[in-house]
């Protein structure tokens, strides 16, 4: 299994402002991935974080509104940038091991309130 | 675009039945499915998968059900206690998007004492 942080564990923000989370994990990982939960649904992948090039965006989403880092292997960012009222969601970051087919771990979110 | 789908958003059940949460899903391609549980403020947690060739997987006290006739996934849970009420989440992944999965709308699973 990984462990996995996430900081800041929650957090309330002023529309048009930017937030940055982050996601460490304690092991080397290949695959890194930032969902979005918005209240009461299911989860979304918004892209994949490849360390050392561009992030891959999914349908929807776009690199100007979540700018993704992955400097290393243990360690992503994802900023919400120019937020409204409907960013207000729980972002998790998730990893993929490698060592059980597709098996994803998560963190533990980020719960973001955009007034 | 593709879409896994939940027949029920919601399930409450007493203390030591079994519970069953099913899931439909649209994508014949998807070879691997995977549930997850999510207790409140956390992040989800694997349960239990299935590759699509099989039909059926024991773990301890939960069993998957994977009919790929009628695109259904099903997830028993045995012997149901209180620590198992959270919201469950089946999601499906393509062969060729390791690490991407497409979730669910998610059952709550309430269990009564």
């Known amino acids: 299994s990984a462990v996995i942080s996430q900081k800041p564990s929650r957090d309330i923000c002023q529309r048009g402002t930017s937030l940055t989370i982050q996601c460490q994990v304690d092991s080397q990982v290949t695959m890194m991935f930032w969902y979005r939960q918005q209240p009461g649904q299911s989860l979304t992948l918004i892209a994949t974080?490849?360390?050392?090039?561009?992030?891959?965006?999914e349908s929807g989403f776009v690199i100007d509104k979540f700018p993704i880092s992955r400097p290393n292997l243990t360690f992503s960012t994802l900023t919400v940038s120019n937020m409204s009222p409907e960013d207000s969601s729980i972002y998790l970051c998730?990893?993929?091991?490698?060592?059980?087919?597709?098996?994803?771990?998560f963190g533990p979110g980020t719960r973001l309130t955009v007034l | 675009g593709e879409s896994v789908g939940l027949h029920l958003p919601t399930l409450s059940v007493q203390e030591g039945d079994n519970s069953i949460i099913n899931c439909a899903y649209s994508n014949s391609a998807s070879d691997y499915f995977i549930w997850y549980k999510q207790e409140s403020g956390k992040g989800p947690q694997f349960i239990i998968d299935?590759?699509?060739?099989?039909d059926k997987r024991q773990g301890q006290r939960v069993t998957v059900l994977l009919n790929k006739t009628v695109k259904h996934l099903s997830l028993q849970i045995a012997a149901t206690q209180p620590g198992d009420s959270a919201v469950y989440f089946c999601?499906?992944?393509?062969?060729?998007?390791?690490?991407?999965?497409?979730f669910g709308d998610g059952t709550t699973l309430t269990v009564k004492p």
């Open positions: 998730s990893v993929d091991l490698g060592k059980s087919y597709n098996e994803q771990f």
């Open positions: 974080a490849n360390q050392g090039s561009e992030a891959t965006y």
């Open positions: 299935i590759r699509s060739n099989m």
């Open positions: 999601a499906e992944n393509l062969n060729t998007n390791a690490g991407k999965s497409t």
